[in-house]
Structures are given as structure tokens and as C-alpha cells.
T-cell receptor
Framework: EAQVTQNPRYLITVTGKKLTVTCSQN?????MSWYRQDPGLGLRQIYY???????DKGDVPEGYKVSRKEKRNFPLILESPSPNQTSLYFC?????????????FGPGTRLTVL | AQKITQTQPGMFVQEKEAVTLDCTYD???????LFWYKQPSSGEMIFLIY??????QNATEGRYSLNFQKARKSANLVISASQLGDSAMYFC??????????????FGAGTRLAVHP
């Protein structure tokens, strides 16, 4: 089944404790992206990657890191999480970065930083 | 300025009736994609339907259709024969050509649809 997977689905952590949210897709997609969703602010892009070893900042990259060493994986790293990073995180992928390509989303990761 | 506007924060519909969710967009690009996603209370983001800016026919996917009026820059989602399981938040989104270092989906604020038996 074609899908985007994220792990963990739920995470409660404390300020400053490094964490990684994994994202993997099995559709051989070139483009991958991370979004966060917050009440009143909607969905905002954190980082995106057009292909392996190519990553770029989105609208809200501060406090996050990403890497794209393999085509299928695009982990999101929070080196020192803070409470304002409490959010619902989505990984998404599309075949290419073209405007006509559909982005498919993972199931989401609910992160709480205490 | 808002690039995607969904003017209906909430909508009610009776089961088995049709409902239209409004979406207007703003872009100066000629090539762009318009998308609708459904987000149920469980939180996942489910792709429903896509319309390309050059597509002359309105997109349809089962009970979903997109009423695309390019000159008016509107891309309304029509759900026919509503079901209880259609109760969710619905997002309209646009994807513009890669330029200026950004490449993303731009989302509207969403419309919460409640289907009543």
C-alpha cells in the first residue's frame, strides 16, 4: 500500500530533550515536506526537500533540523525542544515539486513539550 | 493578503443531501494546482480531489466534485449524498510553481462540516 508513515504518533517530552520524528514514504517520491498545524495559525511549512541531499527552509524553520540521506526518509529533528513546539506535525510527499503534483500526508505526530 | 480564503467556518447538512464548501484563491501564476483535503477528528490529513489550472473539465472523485471557475478564482468542493462519516474539517489548498526558494501547499483556514442524521 502506497503510504507515508510517521513515528511516533504521539509523544510527550520535556524541554531540552532532543527528539527525532521519523518520516518514510514508499512511493519513490522526490519531494518531501514537514508542516506543523496549530489552532488559529493553520498549517505552516517547516522544511522541504526537493530530492536526496537537497533541503530548504519553509516558513517556520527555527528550532528544527532535517536531513535527506535517502529518498524514502525525511526525519525531523528537534535538538532542544521548547513548549512553543507543542503541535501536530505532518510529513508529506509528492512525486516531484511541480505545482500540479498532489502531496500525500502521513498520519500526523502529536507532540507535547512540557 | 490571504492566498486561500474559505469564508464558511462551519456548515451543517442533512444526511443524503449535497453540500458546497467555498474556496477562493489568489495567484498571479498561470500554472497551479488546487487541492481539497479532509481532516477528521482523528487528525489525519486525507487527500480528496485535485484540479489543475489548465484542466478544462471540473474534477470528480466519487461523491466529490470540484466546481472550478477560473475567471472568478474559485474552486468550490461539492459533496453529494452526504454521509455521517463526512463530518470533518475540510481544507482548500493551492500549490504554486517553485520560485523564490519556496515550494509548499498554501492552506485555507478550513470549514468544519457537520452532517446530521
Amino acid at each position: 500500500e502506497a503510504q507515508v508513515t510517521q513515528n511516533p504518533r504521539y509523544l510527550i517530552t520535556v524541554t531540552g530533550k532532543k527528539l527525532t520524528v521519523t518520516c518514510s514514504q514508499n512511493m519513490n517520491h522526490e519531494y518531501m515536506s514537514w508542516y506543523r498545524q496549530d489552532p488559529g495559525l493553520g498549517l505552516r511549512q517547516i522544511y522541504y526537500s526537493m530530492n536526496v541531499e537537497v533541503t530548504d527552509k519553509g516558513d517556520v524553520p527555527e528550532g528544527y533540523k532535517v536531513s535527506r540521506k535517502e529518498k524514502r526518509n525525511f526525519p525531523l529533528i528537534l535538538e532542544s525542544p521548547s513548549p512553543n513546539q507543542t503541535s501536530l506535525y505532518f510529513c508529506a510527499s509528492s512525486s516531484t515539486g511541480l505545482s500540479t503534483d498532489t502531496q500525500y500526508f502521513g498520519p500526523g505526530t502529536r507532540l507535547t513539550v512540557l | 493578503a490571504q492566498k486561500i480564503t474559505q469564508t464558511q467556518p462551519g456548515m451543517f447538512v442533512q444526511e443524503k443531501e449535497a453540500v458546497t464548501l467555498d474556496c477562493t484563491y489568489d495567484t498571479s501564476d498561470q500554472s497551479y494546482g488546487l487541492f481539497w483535503y479532509k481532516q477528521p477528528s482523528s487528525g489525519e490529513m486525507i487527500f480528496l480531489i485535485y484540479q489543475g489550472s489548465y484542466d478544462e473539465q471540473n474534477a470528480t472523485e466519487g461523491r466529490y466534485s470540484l466546481n472550478f471557475q477560473k475567471a472568478r478564482k474559485s474552486a468550490n468542493l461539492v459533496i453529494s449524498a452526504s454521509q455521517l462519516g463526512d463530518s470533518a474539517m475540510y481544507f482548500c489548498a493551492m500549490r504554486e510553481p517553485f520560485s523564490g526558494g519556496y515550494n509548499k501547499l498554501i492552506f485555507g483556514a478550513g470549514t468544519r462540516l457537520a452532517v446530521h442524521p
